[in-house]
């Protein structure tokens, strides 16, 4: 056991004539963790909660010291430190022009209706495109925040039909998982459970959880997503009694799709956890996914992650998250129907979604979206400056596309050497063959 500094034993004395004081039992926590102290930390952070529970901050320093990153929406705004810590190495974020002020006189309302009489033609064509439809793509990086902890939504009307593109991962979840689901007949004739797990991984904003939701549609499935945050709890055992009822939940909801997203969280190695609260979840997941005794029949569990390579191996026995699917960026009929969608309330003219697509190869769904973004806003900045309001045209989204790099890159980099040299059981050899195709290796 390491022996506390002389700060720390001040410190305690400090926190013990003030226990209520959630600041300075923070910064006590914080040296803790410094001086590698992580279970002591954790108690530090847990009575902190029991006195503010819905600080933000305690929570990640709790989640921090039990070895688990914060999610970016609950890092704490500012946590006492002994000494300011190194800051990391970001990106310059680029820097966006001020939107001048309009003219004098400017009529804002008479700038609206302009724009909402305009006549099409929207879109131009300059050769044969697909006919993809304006629906919500797979690769738009997600399905409908929000759903709550232990909670199924009823079955959706998105089915796989609203994917646009991506037409080799649509039959490789055809052949791999859905067909056997839709013949409940012929998997009793053989002896198929009526269950079964799928863990999707690859590049972020690609679209595994619109897919997942998608599957539940064609299931006719009702839907259920679970994140770490639904399940983590500060107080020993309760994260394992969540997961029991997030199960049950399911199972009770059965036929339903339940969608454990970022499963590295939730399952990560055991072997890097430095807190046994922790071991003991993935254990509890572990258990739950084995369904004893046919408890899981009509439960369909999908897992996706970015990192498949931090999941515990033993999630991927047979019986559990056995089969998976690499989710890519978007194709070009995928990127002509997700930019179809993030374009479709927007005012614009003559737009070549042909050309549009050559462009923006590469991009993830994600990517897409922040691309036509950029491009409305240099429409409306140069219809705030000159006073004229106009659509938005090739040239905007052309600019917009040269300044939007690839999200995926640091993805791919990453990847490739797991791919290469941690290869075992040919799990990433369509990673491999997709790199090869790319000319990334």
């Known amino acids: 056991m390491s022996t506390e500094s002389p700060l720390i034993q001040?410190?305690?004395?400090?926190?013990?004539?003030?226990?209520?004081?959630?600041?300075?039992?923070?910064?006590?926590a914080e040296?803790?963790?410094?001086?590698?102290?992580?279970?002591a930390a954790v108690t530090e952070a847990a009575v902190a909660l029991q006195h503010a529970p819905g600080d933000a901050g305690a929570r990640a320093l709790m989640m921090?010291?039990?070895?688990?990153?914060?999610?970016?929406?609950?890092?704490?705004?500012?946590?006492?430190?002994?000494a300011p810590e190194k800051p990391r190495t970001q990106e310059p974020a680029p820097e966006v022009p001020d939107a001048p002020a309009p003219p004098p006189g400017f009529d804002w309302a008479a700038a609206e209706n302009e724009v909402a009489d305009a006549v099409p033609p929207r879109f131009v064509t300059s050769g044969p495109t697909s006919t993809a439809p304006e629906a919500p793509l797979a690769a738009d990086g997600g399905g409908d925040p929000g759903d709550a902890a232990w909670e199924a939504d009823t079955p959706g009307t998105v089915t796989l039909a609203d994917v646009g593109g991506m037409e080799e991962i649509k039959e490789r979840l055809e052949a791999a998982f859905l067909a056997p689901m839709r013949n409940p007949e012929l998997g009793r004739l053989y002896g198929k459970s009526l269950r079964g797990g799928l863990l999707m991984y690859g590049p972020p904003g690609c679209g595994k959880t619109f897919i997942a939701r998608a599957v539940a549609g064609e299931l006719g499935a009702s839907f259920m997503s679970v994140s770490i945050n639904d399940v983590l709890d500060m107080w020993m055992g309760n994260s394992e009694r969540n997961m029991h009822e997030v199960f049950e939940t399911a199972r009770r909801q059965a036929p339903c799709v339940l969608?454990?997203?970022?499963?590295?969280?939730?399952?990560?190695?055991?072997?890097?956890?430095?807190?046994?609260?922790?071991?003991n979840t993935v254990n509890q997941l572990l258990t739950e996914l084995d369904g004893v005794g046919g408890a899981n029949e009509g439960v369909f569990v999908l897992a996706a992650t970015n990192v498949p390579w931090d999941v515990d191996i033993a999630l991927r026995r047979p019986g559990r998250l056995d089969r998976t699917l690499l989710v890519l960026p978007p194709d070009a009929p995928a990127r002509e129907a997700n930019l179809r969608y993030h374009l479709r309330d927007r005012p614009i003219e003559s737009v070549d979604?042909?050309?549009?697509?050559?462009?923006?190869?590469?991009?993830?769904?994600?990517d897409l979206a922040h691309l036509c973004e950029s491009a409305s806003e240099r429409a409306l900045?140069?219809?705030?400056?000159?006073?004229?309001?106009?659509?938005?045209?090739?040239?905007?989204?052309?600019?917009?596309?040269?300044?939007?790099?690839?999200?995926?890159?640091?993805?791919?980099?990453?990847a490739r050497n797991v791919a290469m040299f941690a290869n075992e059981g040919g799990m990433y050899d369509e990673l491999l063959a997709y790199l090869k195709r790319k000319r990334k290796l």
Not at 31 to 39: I, V
């Open 259 to 279: 969608f454990l997203d970022e499963i590295d969280a939730l399952g990560a190695k055991r072997s890097r956890m430095q807190h046994g609260g922790m071991r």
């Open 31 to 39: 040296l803790l963790l410094g001086e590698g102290l992580s279970e």
């Open 353 to 366: 979604l042909g050309k549009l697509v050559k462009v923006t190869e590469d991009l993830s769904g994600a």
């Open 64 to 82: 921090r010291a039990m070895g688990v990153p914060a999610p970016a929406a609950e890092k704490p705004e500012s946590v006492p430190a002994p």
């Open 381 to 414: 900045l140069d219809s705030a400056r000159t006073g004229v309001v106009r659509m938005i045209d090739m040239k905007d989204l052309l600019g917009a596309a040269k300044e939007v790099r690839p999200s995926t890159d640091p993805w791919f980099a990453s």
């Open 10 to 28: 001040s410190m305690r004395t400090a926190v013990a004539a003030a226990p209520t004081d959630v600041p300075l039992r923070l910064h006590l």
